[in-house]
């Protein structure tokens, strides 16, 4: 089993950067696709990114690519969400979620594993 705790959070004002953090317990972290979603009031959770567990691949949601950057220390069971240029609409809880997998998903229900989330809120 994988527990995983998200970092980071704030307040930021749009055009600022933030970083996160997702720890993972367990001596198996690095077999486990790492992924990132987030939700906003009223909307369901969405697909934001997800790195390999090799880390030699990435995918990031449209929305996001050029902006967000997902990178990982398998040594230090950890997973970062890069999030620079925010604007009000990254606004949202963000969750962490690993999957027992060698291939990246965007499909949350493919994920084994979650995060209590961190709220990210982006200021105009």
């Known amino acids: 089993q994988v527990q995983l705790v998200e970092s980071g959070g704030g307040l930021v004002q749009a055009g600022g950067s933030l970083r996160l953090s997702c720890a993972a317990s367990?001596?198996?972290?690095?077999?486990?696709?790492m992924g990132w979603f987030r939700q906003a009031p009223g909307k369901e959770r969405e697909f934001v990114g997800a790195i390999t567990r090799s880390a030699d691949s990435t995918s990031y949601a449209f929305s996001v690519e050029g902006r967000f950057t997902i990178s990982r220390d398998n040594a230090k069971n950890t997973v970062y969400l890069q999030m620079n240029s925010l604007k009000p609409e990254d606004t949202g809880v963000y969750y962490c979620?690993?999957?027992?997998?060698?291939?990246?998903?965007?499909?949350?229900?493919?994920?084994?594993?979650w995060g209590q989330g961190t709220q990210v809120t982006v200021s105009s």
């Open positions: 979620a690993a999957r027992y997998s060698t291939i990246v998903s965007r499909r949350e229900w493919e994920y084994n594993y």
């Open positions: 367990g001596r198996t972290f690095s077999s486990y696709t």
